[in-house]
């Protein structure tokens, strides 16, 4: 498809293709002999929105730069960039334009929602304040800054200073609001943890009826962002921009993990203990709306949870899972012990796992951990269905050919030694000595329970945020 119009107040003739926008600027006395003709695209992966203008639209995109002091060769944060047009077709209009009930464009004298932004500046490889300044920033400033009634306090952020911000911020800031029935979006430049925080300290309050649910847009900044990849937001390379102006908001599905009374939080890179938030009946309760794992999977979150890890990005997990799975003294992998049974759709008892020495027990909502490793393949997007997958204690070659054929659309679940189904609850009784094979990862988290201990998992929890996210 082709047009004429402009571009910065150059004439253009625009060309839009499948994977490119693409424009060829022409000078007033254009033609095929003495005319200037500079032909520029951009990749449609990297629009995040188009919005009306006085002269016509502007496009904005995501600019990519090598980071020349990352000697990982690593691109650094994303900048804003932005065209001026006149004479956009309208497909690309149609396309790109924001949802008519985008929180984020509502004019400011109509909107009855506060906004915040979330930076969690230690989540992931810790890019979330150069994102924030580069990318986000400029670009709500520009949405909201044409609102002739915009004032300076639209938005409010928060940035985060240690593990417990977030928490905070629910707990003094975000709950307070949502009783009072006001409603809130929330602009979270985090990974699952971030997610998880603010759940967890909104199931820990009481709440009102008047309660309204706060509307979370995620930038998906942690390491793995098993739910950003698993619910449309990652589908693009605008670090899930585009998701929060074209997304619908749809209730997140939640688990709750009660737990022995003796469990406790790992923080501090696994050196100190914290109680959890809630407690049930004198029992500690956990909630995610990711993973609840144990075994290898949790053994190498906790083990690469560690800031000098945490600079390889995902690839820490593969580097951790390497040295779990092949110890340096050659050894075996670790077979974790304890008793774990089910309870299945439509059934009241829980029935038991046949085996007594395991590999690796997981139970999740989503498909992805993390971008291209399918862990569950018949997930979708916020479809509240818990899913198990699990082995038994396999050696290090065998465990590391199951979780490969994972990262090949989720073959692993076709293996004979893999166990995978729906189910809508879980219990683990843990027959281990050793307090390092006694660890639980719950969305990033890492909770460790006495020894003798136990935890019990099922998905009757009410959605207390929704999530904007892209389903089809």
């Known amino acids: 498809m082709q047009a004429h119009g402009t571009v910065n107040g150059k004439p253009a003739l625009f060309r839009t293709e499948e994977h490119a926008f693409t424009w060829r600027e022409e000078d007033n006395d254009y033609s095929p002999t003495n005319g200037v003709d500079v032909e520029r695209s951009i990749s449609t992966e990297n629009i995040i929105t188009v919005l009306a203008s006085e002269l016509g639209h502007t496009l904005f995109y995501t600019r990519q730069q090598e980071d020349q002091d990352n000697s990982t060769g690593r691109t650094s944060a994303s900048s804003l960039a932005s065209i001026a047009t006149a004479g956009l077709p309208q497909a690309v209009i149609d396309q790109y334009q924001p949802h008519a009930n985008s929180q984020w464009l509502a004019p400011a004298s109509e909107s009855k929602t506060e906004h915040h932004v979330v930076v969690s500046t230690g989540s992931g490889t810790g890019t979330a304040v150069v994102v924030w300044e580069k990318l986000v920033q400029p670009l709500l400033d520009r949405l909201v800054s044409s609102d002739p009634d915009y004032h300076d306090d639209y938005y409010e952020v928060f940035k985060t ?4 911000s977030v928490a905070e911020l629910t707990q003094n800031v975000l709950l307070p609001k949502a009783n009072e029935g006001v409603a809130q979006s929330i602009l979270l430049l985090s990974g699952d943890g971030g997610i998880v925080d603010i759940v967890n300290s909104l199931l820990a309050g009481e709440r009102s009826a008047a309660y309204v649910k706060p509307t979370i847009s995620l930038l998906p900044l942690g390491t793995g962002n098993a739910l950003a990849n698993s619910s449309g937001i990652t589908g693009d390379k605008t670090l899930g921009l585009r998701a929060m102006l074209q997304g619908t908001p749809k209730a997140l599905p939640l688990f709750r993990a009660k737990f022995s009374p003796g469990a406790n939080l790992l923080v501090d890179e696994g050196r100190r ?3 959890l938030h809630s407690v049930i009946e004198g029992c500690p309760v956990a909630h995610g709306a990711v993973v609840c794992s144990w075994g290898h999977h949790a053994g190498l979150v906790a083990d ?3 800031t000098e890890y945490r600079k390889h990005g995902s690839q820490r997990f593969q580097m951790a899972a390497k040295e779990a799975l092949f110890p340096s003294d050659g050894s075996p992998p670790h077979a974790y012990k304890g008793h774990v049974c089910v309870r299945r759709p439509g059934r009241d008892e829980c029935e038991d796992v046949p085996r007594s020495e395991h590999g690796y027990i997981l ?29 038994g204690a396999l050696s290090g070659q065998e465990a590391m ?3 490969t054929k994972a990262f090949q659309g989720g073959k692993h679940v076709d293996e004979a030694s893999v166990g995978y189904e729906e189910i809508e609850g879980l219990k683990i009784e843990f027959d ?9 990862c719950i969305d990033g988290k890492i909770i460790r329970v006495e020894k003798g201990g136990w935890v019990e998992v099922d998905t009757k929890v009410d959605s207390v945020v929704d999530l904007v996210c892209r389903t089809k």
């Open 432 to 440: 281990e000595d050793d307090a390092r094979w006694r660890r639980l």
């Open 161 to 164: 200073t240690s593990e417990a």
């Open 273 to 275: 203990e914290e109680p």
């Open 363 to 391: 139970v999740t909502f989503v498909g992805q951990l993390e971008a291209g490793f399918t862990i569950s393949p018949d997930s979708r997007p916020l479809d509240g269905k818990l899913r198990l997958v699990h082995f």
């Open 401 to 403: 050919d199951v979780m």
């Open 304 to 306: 690469s949870d560690t």
